[in-house]
């Protein structure tokens, strides 16, 4: 549900659409309000048998079976082909961009205009979607024409790298963000939330489809996982990189196969070469001393 919108998930027959119209007239004679059916779409998947969509329409009494690319920003179908998927993006950004080289601006005002608009547009999808590669570089190389600039149509010369640009000030770069890399910083958000947040809508129906009996953090992508679970398994794996175990009683941490050590570099330590080494943080805590 959003604002004046429902969405309503069933399987494509007859026994579910007549629940659906049943749920639909109670709520109508409940509320005292009424659903305009001729401003309400139906969609079904490419698979469902004519017969059975012209059936659904006749009970649910929904004639219009079109349904927007879009819907609150995100596109709703997502296939193999994702570059077509996320052109909006790619068209959005240069459509910004191309307004601005016709103005004269100084360096702060293109550093500003980057940051605050350019790099902001694609930040809604990349929280839910890993964007291709090649559309990140694309994006990339657009802020980069603008930030360097061009004359005559062609483009100035880059003195100084990319990579140098996007790191942080304090390490003498302009903190512009790299696209992709930013895209898994953002997955990896939504992995830690669903971490933190197990009890959530969104956790636990992708728990309950994805990893019915194990862990986010050790979880498998499946066999045929949706684009939104594929995008976020590619944020744990960037959140198992800096994801550090805090040490309780020590049952739960394995020594050799968790990051449970908070230093600089690796947070394990180095596998001992003797024979039948401890497994458990519990097994190097004397527990009379507590030490």
Known sequence: MFADDCLLFFKADANNAQVIKECLTKYCEASGQKVNLEKSSIFFSKRCKQTIRDNIKSITQ??????????LGLPNEVGRSTNGAFKYLKDKVWNKIQGWIEQILSAGGKEVLIKSVAQVIPVYTMGCFRLPRGLCQHLNLLIRKFWWGSEEGKRKSCWVGWDKITQPKYMGGLGFRDIETFNLALLARQAWRMLIRPKSLCSQILKSVYFPSGDLLNAPIGSN????????????EV???????????????RIWECNWIPRTGMFRPLYSKKPNPPTLVSELIDHTTMT
Do not use: F, M
């Not at 939104?228 to 398994?233: K, L, S």
């Not at 959140?239 to 941490?253: A, C, M, P, V």
């Open 62 to 71: 929904v004639e219009n079976e079109s349904l927007n690319e879009k819907y």
């Open 225 to 236: 996982p949706s684009k939104t679970w594929r995008a976020i398994c590619d944020g744990i």
């Open 239 to 253: 959140l198992n990189q800096g994801l550090i175990k805090r040490i309780g009683d020590g049952r739960s941490t």
